[in-house]
């Protein structure tokens, strides 16, 4: 029997889905204000004078649940699910159930004084989001708003993929520019382009209208000429080379890489360079981790410890306020007084790293975590701790740390620029030696010992051992980045040393790929650059008081539909494409093969 | 002189006694097969052995050593290696990782060598990758060319089990334990490997001991079987002598029917 294909009628919608979906955008856009996010952000103007990054905390909001809500997946064996009006429809009324939750919670807020349970919300806010025209006109504008963008989050499934590309870039790409605004001042006055930075960027910051208009149409145009993805043919492309074309490849990253690395703090100003140093300085730490945590799996909660340690270390070295031992040392890298210092930091970290190393170092998966995070603890508290206050300061820490020097420069934090060049030292320093130890056999021990423990050892590798080695690689590196960090600043507490550290280099390597350099470079620029360091401000300072709630969400969002990370290592990359990458390349390899034998 | 000499060797899981005084021997290049309904404590067996678990009594002597109580990288460094019955990769590794880790042991750049490229570290870890694909050569052409470089998730079942066999292969082992090397192959494919285990013996060298249910093989390939039951050696002697004991059928037969038993 033939029978035909019924087509799905407009409204032949999961109603529950979008039901759900919208309601979901009502919550976060009430939450998001309630905390305050809306009014501090909107200080921060992304495209002037339309668009605040109070207001598009708001908006993305509508956007991305109307997605989701219509959102179907393609299942295995089946035709892919048809696009069509439904989708808009979906969108649309996810939107206004959005826009309804929001509106009555306006309305609430407006009727309502909850200063009481909730302190930010106040007349101010109300104000703000009713654009100053009452609670009705207000409510009536946010239901137009949340159903027009609940619909065009629907309208992205029906676009052409190419046209969707395009209409996603351009925001990206505007929303980037508007974010890098304070380094792209910087580097335009520095060369004496204002012109053009004056013309992108509105007085008040933000990117002014024209500006918005280029910078999208230029980004959608530069999408609509390329094939597919960029970032993630590159990354296949990169996980498919093999042997020498790798080395190449790395050998001009790492050229360029230094280039950069050279010519930038020079064109930048002091805040962008204090900005580029954090983000070294964290991935300084975040390199040192992914070679435990993700090379030989082992979770570390107490990373910050060495961290510590490599601070107090200098601090006492070199500070003539040292409260028991003063030998005063410079930190100077063209003398032997210098290398006595790094020496002296690495023998301690190394040293603490085998104590903290051999207690734990049988325990596995859950216990080492909640063991080092312990240690981790400890180590602060003892520094904090009365007992040891003659000889580490206690909550008074030690002061008066010297700069640095090298040759005739001084290296220290009123020089952002001076420190940055120390970081990029160090973190290429870290970076050769995780990826010459990961392709050793080393690494692959790591990685045996990551898999299955018992295996490996059963295998010849002598887990205890490879894991001690781990650990105390991890803590010299973690050491370097105290050690600026105390140039850096100049004085050490306690207080700089909390879990909290730990933490946010953890979710570096996390969020960035566990295992992978690039990834963990990613991370740190995303997280450090972008949301900023636990004290220290990023591109978007505004975000101050809610970075920590971003970098939990940002957390749990990788964690649901992207575990590998930004940029997954080779390894987790090789696990997503598998066998067709793989024999492709083979094949390749073996026609490139016949070719030379015929010749 | 025995190559591994097993006396007294016990071990309890709380109230369970797995292995009841154990006597075993082999000697070089002598396949022995162990056999016995489940339960019987084969795997516990080889588990004392390579040192995942450690006896309560009982001495292991390997080359006039006894190794009971050694870390288990000890004794692959001593020259015993072994596989598993329920095979365990290193799955995210590739096909020639997996073989190239098992080198560890007779390998001996450290950190030094990693950081700086030296000489010796550039000449071994060829050594290793050579060694490596040599071994999986071994198995013919299906761990080799393009499989090199993929995750051993990737392989079916019975590939896995080969590369099991190649990864103890590269501990560069005097004595192979095999713990039920064909498992859940196809006749075909059980054929081929009883054919390799004496390959392994005849052209590697190995002396080989290995667990199997599977009869036909059992009969192919041992010089001499012996049968455990409830933890307590009860037979012993060649696969006619074994398979014709009274004791052996009865254990066999008390209990829910074995395959090929
Ligand atoms: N780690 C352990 N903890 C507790 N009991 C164990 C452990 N390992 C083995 N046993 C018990 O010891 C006994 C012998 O187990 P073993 O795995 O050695 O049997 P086997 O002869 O290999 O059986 P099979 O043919 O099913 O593989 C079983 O009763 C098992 O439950
Ligand atoms: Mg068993």
Redesign the interface.
């Known amino acids: 029997m033939n029978q035909m294909p019924t087509r799905r009628s407009a409204t032949d919608l999961d109603w529950d889905r979008v039901r759900r979906w919208g309601i979901y955008a009502g919550l976060t856009m009430a939450f998001l204000s309630s905390i305050g996010m809306v009014e501090s952000l909107d200080k921060r103007l992304i495209v002037d004078p339309i668009l605040s990054l109070g207001f598009l905390a708001l908006l993305w909001v509508p956007v991305a649940f109307g997605y989701a809500a219509t959102y179907e997946e393609a299942k295995e064996g089946m035709a892919a699910p048809e696009k069509g009006e439904r989708d808009l429809i979906g969108g649309l009324a996810a939107g206004l159930i959005g826009g309804l939750f929001f509106v009555a919670f306006i309305a609430i807020a407006d009727a309502v004084d909850l200063r009481g349970v909730f302190p930010r919300i106040g007349p101010a806010l109300i104000d703000l989001l009713t654009f100053g025209r009452g609670t009705a006109v207000g409510g009536l504008l946010w239901l137009m708003i949340s159903g027009l963008l609940g619909m065009f989050g629907g309208l992205l499934h029906v676009l052409p993929v190419r046209v969707r590309r395009a209409v996603t870039n351009a925001l990206t790409a505007v929303f980037l520019v508007a974010l890098v605004e304070i380094a792209v001042v910087d580097i335009f006055e520095s060369l004496r382009l204002t012109v053009i930075s004056d013309w992108i960027y509105a007085k008040n910051g933000g990117v002014t209208i024209a500006g918005a208009i280029v910078v999208g149409a230029l980004a959608a145009l530069s999408s609509v000429r390329s094939e597919g993805d960029a970032v993630v043919r590159f990354r296949t492309r990169y996980a498919t080379m093999e042997g020498d074309e790798r080395k190449r490849f790395n050998l001009i990253a790492g050229a360029v890489g230094l280039v950069l690395a050279v010519v930038l703090p020079m064109v930048l100003g002091g805040l962008t360079n204090e900005l580029l140093a954090n983000v070294g300085l964290f991935l300084l730490m975040a390199l040192g981790l992914n070679l435990v945590v993700g090379y030989a799996g082992l979770l570390d909660l107490g990373y910050v410890a060495f961290f510590a340690v490599g601070a107090y270390t200098t601090a006492i070295l070199t500070s003539p306020l040292s409260p028991k031992w003063t030998p005063m040392l410079t930190l100077d890298f063209f003398s032997i007084e210098g290398w006595v210092v790094m020496v002296v930091v690495v023998a301690v970290a190394a040293l603490s790293g085998l104590v903290v190393g051999t207690p734990v170092i049988r325990l596995r998966g859950d216990y080492l975590a909640i063991v080092t995070l312990g240690f981790g603890e400890i180590v602060r508290i003892l520094f904090l701790s009365d007992w040891l206050a003659p000889a580490f300061g206690g909550a008074q820490g030690i002061r008066n740390i010297p700069a640095a020097v090298a040759g005739p420069a001084e290296i220290n934090g009123t020089k952002p620029q001076t420190i940055f060049y120390l970081v990029v030292i160090f973190v290429g320093i870290a970076v050769?030696?995780a990826w010459?130890?990961y392709?050793?056999?080393?690494?692959?021990?790591w990685?045996?010992l990551r898999?299955?423990e018992?295996?490996?050892?059963?295998?010849?590798?002598?887990?205890t051992k490879m894991k001690l080695?781990a650990f105390i690689?991890g803590a010299i590196l973690a050491s370097f980045g105290g050690m600026i960090f105390a140039v850096k600043v100049g004085s050490v507490f306690p207080s700089s040393f909390k879990l909290i550290v730990s933490i946010i280099v953890l979710v570096i390597v996390i969020v960035g790929g566990m295992g992978s350099i690039p990834g963990v470079v990613v991370g740190s620029l995303v997280l450090i650059g972008i949301l900023g360091g636990p004290t220290q401000p990023g591109l978007l300072a505004e975000f101050g008081e809610f970075k920590l709630l971003i970098y939990g969400a940002l957390l749990v969002f990788m964690m649901l539909r992207r575990p590998e990370g930004l940029w997954p290592s080779v390894?987790?990359q090789?696990?997503l494409h598998?066998?067709e990458i793989?024999?492709d390349?083979?094949?390749k390899a073996e026609a490139a093969a016949d070719s030379a034998g015929e010749r | 002189m025995h190559l591994l000499e097993i006396t007294g060797l016990t071990k309890s899981f709380g109230g369970l006694q797995a292995l009841g005084g154990v006597d075993f021997h082999i000697d070089e290049l002598e396949i022995v097969s162990v056999i016995g309904p489940n339960g019987a404590g084969k795997t516990t067996f080889f588990n004392t052995i390579?040192?995942?678990v450690v006896p309560d009594e009982g001495r292991i002597v390997f080359e006039d050593e006894d190794i009971a109580g050694l870390?288990?990288?000890e004794i692959?460094?001593r020259g015993i290696?072994?596989t598993?019955q329920n095979v365990?990769?290193?799955?995210?590794?590739t096909i020639l990782?997996n073989v190239?880790?098992?080198?560890?042991?007779?390998?001996e750049?450290?950190?030094w060598?990693?950081?700086f490229?030296t000489p010796t570290?550039r000449n071994?870890?060829r050594a290793?990758e050579e060694r490596a694909k040599d071994i999986l050569g071994f198995f013919g052409t299906r761990l080799t060319?393009?499989r090199f470089?993929?995750?051993a998730y990737?392989l079916s079942y019975a590939n896995r089990r080969r590369l099991e066999i190649a990864?103890?292969m590269?501990?560069m082992p005097r004595l192979l334990l095999l713990d039920e090397p064909t498992a859940g192959m196809n006749p075909k494919e059980t054929a081929e490997l009883t054919g390799l285990i004496r390959k392994l013996r005849d052209e590697k060298g190995f002396t080989i001991v290995v667990i199997e249910h599977e009869m036909r093989v059992v009969r192919d390939v041992s010089d001499r079987v012996v049968v455990l039951d409830h933890g307590v050696k009860i037979a012993e002697g060649s696969y006619d002598e074994v398979s014709s004991n009274p004791d052996v059928i009865e254990a066999y037969l008390g209990r829910p029917a074995e395959e090929g038993a």
Request: aromatic share 8%.
């Open positions: 050769y030696v010459r130890l392709h050793s056999r080393i690494g692959r021990a990685a045996a898999e299955d018992d295996v490996a050892e059963a295998m010849g590798v002598e887990t080695l690689t390894q987790r090789r696990e598998q066998e793989l024999q390349a083979w094949l | 390579s040192g995942l870390e288990p990288s692959t460094k290696a072994r598993f365990r990769l290193f799955p995210d590794m990782e190239m880790v098992a080198q560890h042991c007779r390998t750049t450290g950190v060598g990693a950081l490229n570290f071994e870890e290793i060319g393009y470089r993929q995750p990737v990864r103890a590269g501990t």
